[in-house]
């Protein structure tokens, strides 16, 4: 089996900080990218920002500059810090997992860590 673990999460005044961090264990062999979405109220799930295997990101035009996202190495642990944070970027966010397996089949396969709600309010 493959599992995301989620840390972080929690209520920040506006223009303060937080931290959120994934974990991947389990079957994992590859991971290709990892990353995080958010969900907020009467929105739809959208892309914060992403990691892939060569270390390369991708962030939300509205979160540029002011999250980072990291990992390590194999990226099975990634961390997304958050700054600057806006009553905006109230949401539930997810980690996310786009990875081969240790065992057959393989895949790749998306994976789906739980939702953490982050609040941003004063």
């Known amino acids: 089996q493959v599992q995301l673990v989620v840390s972080g999460g929690g209520l920040v005044q506006p223009g303060g900080s937080l931290g959120l961090t994934c974990a991947a264990s389990?079957?994992?062999?590859?991971?290709?990218?990892m990353g995080w979405y958010r969900q907020a109220p009467g929105k739809q799930r959208e892309l914060v920002a992403t990691i892939t295997s060569g270390a390369n990101t991708n962030y939300a035009e509205s979160v540029k500059g002011r999250f980072t996202i990291s990992g390590d190495t194999a990226k099975t642990t990634v961390t997304l810090q958050m700054n600057s944070l806006k009553p905006e970027d109230t949401a539930v966010y997810y980690c996310y997992s786009y990875a081969l397996r240790a065992i057959i089949p393989r895949g790749p396969y998306n994976y789906w860590g739980q939702g953490t709600q982050v609040t941003v309010s004063s």
């Open positions: 389990g079957t994992i062999f590859t991971i290709y990218t």
